[in-house]
């Protein structure tokens, strides 16, 4: 670990102007991303006594290696850059509320020809609107319900394909579930209009459409048509189920969401009630790890910022009232931005009695129990990762802890298509945006111990090449740590962002920082050739283990016996985990490059001749053999054979001892279809 102390700024380099500041670690990473209104005040904080800071905060300073800054015009401004760098970089020791389940939201398509309503979670997508969240087993029975009145497509595009082609709908079109445009029953711009009132219903807008059904059902009963009558009193009864399953908790013009947290030393637990028309039509919930002394205006402050950054690019979703339990830090200056996102004012305020606080309040029992049974859960989780990490460092005799460990694995058949995976893992969980694949050819691809050092040659030599990369650009920059005149823009900010800083944004690693432990699958020949790897290229610091599948046992290189830890091992399980994950990571490479491999045709290797062309010339010729005896004037009697190109599969056949006439014809080895003959 570092000390602060090596890279501290002197106090009088640091102006008292608010600003952005950023820790980064050795390998330049950012680790930590913080506002503050006077920088110099904030940052001597950080270093004037280290041994009072709080664990994590302790943990951020020891870890970092230098420090940086930007100077900006305003408060409003150190915010939106603030939330910018914290996107960009997600650093390790910042506040980041994570979702403590995924929650499905109803969304429907509106960018597509025939719009679709469907359950959706994760990332949103563009042209599609969404409405939500909501607990899974409710937002199915909704929309089973309204698709009786709004009959929008739900289908898959596969579906709907088939549906098109063969003329006939699907089940949902024959029981009255889908209007069918399909099938041309209605018009496209029919079913986006019918798509756009399911959109408004569930917006809030429900009066209108049961209003005019019961118009409707009072019209059919004029004119004596009862079944149509008794069709649209069930499609109001059904509007009024969905409608009426939200409980009423403030009057209807009440569009607000109401925010409540619990809190202890450690973590932080936040739920949120969307009230839409003063129903509440979902919940969503958060677990925070505090990194510093944080006091509940700062995290209110943070809260909102990620909630609603992330749904920057959709006007209408930000309600009119913002509850929370305390005022934000930064007040005046978050309620602008949030007022510019929404495109219309928005009032942040802690509700202090009537109907507003008696809801806040049950939000935050909410919060409670979401805090207790989070810690309930993940009480077990931390104790076996912790354990499993501290049992291998020990078995393994290693003076680091095993922070990052990275494994190997190589896949072949018989020594064709061969190919190494690498997978990461993080404080014992998997991070799968730092898993890498590898091709391996020539003398490499000879077998098992060679390929593993051909994969772990490449893997670090990457990574010695980013390190130099790294420290090129500190060494034409200057002097680390300090600031220097460059232009830095917040997202969104209206004025240029004066800058002090001195240090260039290190490049993005492509193969991150070093592991603590690489672990290959195999015994004493792999783990030999995978120390040989390092050790060519200088790397002394980064141990090396071998995972035997026969008997599970742990290899060290040039060791005569292996470490054999016991079967009911945490430690053992998480190098099993691993190891079969890596094996899978390998697998499905191979079988993708293999499945390529199946279908290689002769005529592949011809500059200029693609797969339509290669096509019409086994239509025009029928084999490989006849096209290699063909004469020019004859191959350009081919569709898209022109004198050039013909020549072009001369030659090639000409230079290609492999390709003769009678070669072995392309098969699919996966549907055994002979592709020439």
């Not at 650093?91 to 469907?118: I, S």
């Not at 920057?312 to 200056?333: C, D, F, H, K």
């Not at 672990?519 to 050739?529: F, I, L, M």
């Amino acid at each position: 670990m570092a000390d602060p102390a090596s890279y501290r700024p002197q106090t009088g380099e640091i102006p008292t102007n608010p600003g952005v500041y950023r820790f980064r670690d050795p390998h330049g990473r950012v680790i930590y991303v913080g506002k503050a209104k006077n920088l110099r005040s904030r940052l001597n904080s950080y270093f004037a006594n280290p041994a009072g800071l709080l664990p994590k905060t302790y943990a951020m300073v020891h870890t970092a290696s230098s420090v940086e800054w930007t100077v900006v015009g305003s408060e409003l401004e150190s915010l939106q850059l603030e939330y910018t760098w914290i996107k960009e970089f997600t650093p390790r020791f910042n506040v980041m509320f994570r979702d403590d389940k995924t929650y499905p939201y109803l969304a429907v398509t509106m960018g597509e020809k025939y719009p679709r309503v469907q359950v959706l979670r994760g990332e949103r997508r563009k042209g599609t609107r969404y409405f939500g969240p909501y607990t899974a087993g409710a937002i199915r029975d909704t929309l089973d319900t309204l698709l009786r009145v709004f009959p929008v497509r739900s289908c898959s595009a596969g579906v709907l394909k088939r549906a098109e082609a063969s003329g006939r709908p699907c089940l949902l079109g024959y029981i009255d579930k889908c209007s069918a445009p399909c099938v041309g029953r209605i018009s496209p711009a029919d079913h986006r209009a019918l798509a756009e009132d399911f959109c408004a219903f569930m917006g809030g807008e429900a009066r209108p459409f049961v209003t005019r059904l019961e118009k409707e059902m009072a019209a059919a009963v004029a004119e004596l048509d009862y079944e149509r009558a008794a069709r649209l009193r069930d499609d109001i009864v059904a509007l009024k189920k969905v409608f009426e399953r939200n409980a009423v908790v403030l009057s209807e013009d009440t569009d607000a969401d109401v925010f409540a947290l619990h809190e202890d030393e450690l973590e932080a637990a936040v739920q949120v009630f969307h009230v839409r028309g003063g129903r509440i039509r979902g919940q969503r919930g958060w677990v925070v790890e505090k990194v510093e002394d944080s006091a509940t205006p700062d995290l209110v402050e943070h809260l909102l910022l990620q909630v609603y950054g992330d749904e920057a690019g959709i006007q209408g979703r930000l309600p009119r009232e913002v509850l929370v339990p305390a005022e934000p830090s930064n007040a005046a200056e978050l309620t602008q931005w949030l007022s510019g996102l929404r495109g219309a004012r928005v009032d942040v305020r802690v509700p202090q009695r009537g109907d507003k606080a008696a809801l806040m309040s049950t939000v935050r029992d909410n919060a409670e129990h979401a805090l207790k049974l989070h810690k309930t859960r993940r009480a077990g989780d931390l104790t076996v990762r912790s354990q499993a990490l501290q049992e291998l460092q020990e078995a393994l005799d290693l003076p680091v802890a095993l922070l990052r460990i990275e494994c190997y694995d190589i896949s072949h058949v018989q020594g064709t298509n061969v190919v190494g995976s690498m997978v990461v893992v993080e404080d014992g969980l998997p991070k799968k945006s730092d898993y890498r694949k590898f091709s391996v050819t020539g003398a490499a691809a000879a077998d098992d111990t060679a390929a593993m050092h051909d994969v772990l040659t490449r893997r670090f030599r990457h990574y010695l090449d980013d390190q130099a990369a790294q420290a090129e650009a500190v060494r034409q920059a200057g002097q680390p740590g300090r600031v220097a005149g460059a232009a830095a823009a917040a997202a969104g900010a209206a004025a240029a962002v004066a800058v002090q800083d001195t240090t260039t944004p290190a490049p993005r690693a492509k193969f991150a920082y070093p592991p603590n432990l690489v672990v290959v699958d195999g015994g004493k020949p792999q783990v030999n050739a995978a120390a040989r790897a390092l050790a060519g290229l200088g790397i002394e610091d980064v141990y090396v283990v071998g995972l035997a599948k026969r008997l599970e046992e742990v290899w060290l290189p040039d060791s005569d016996f292996p470490v054999v830890l016991p079967r009911a091992s945490a430690g053992l399980y998480l190098l099993q985990r691993i190891r079969d994950e890596a094996h899978r990571f390998a697998i499905s490479f191979h079988r993708q490059k293999r499945g390529k491999a199946m279908t290689v045709s002769a005529l592949d290797g011809v500059p200029g001749l693609g797969a339509s062309k290669r096509k019409a010339l086994l239509a025009r010729f029928g084999s490989v053999r006849t096209i290699k005896a063909a004469t020019v004037q004859e191959l350009t009697s081919a569709k898209g054979i022109g004198p050039s190109l013909a020549e072009a599969i001369l030659r090639h056949f000409g230079a290609d001892g492999a390709a003769e006439a009678g070669s072995v014809p392309a098969i699919n080895m996966t549907t055994g279809e002979i592709l020439e003959t």
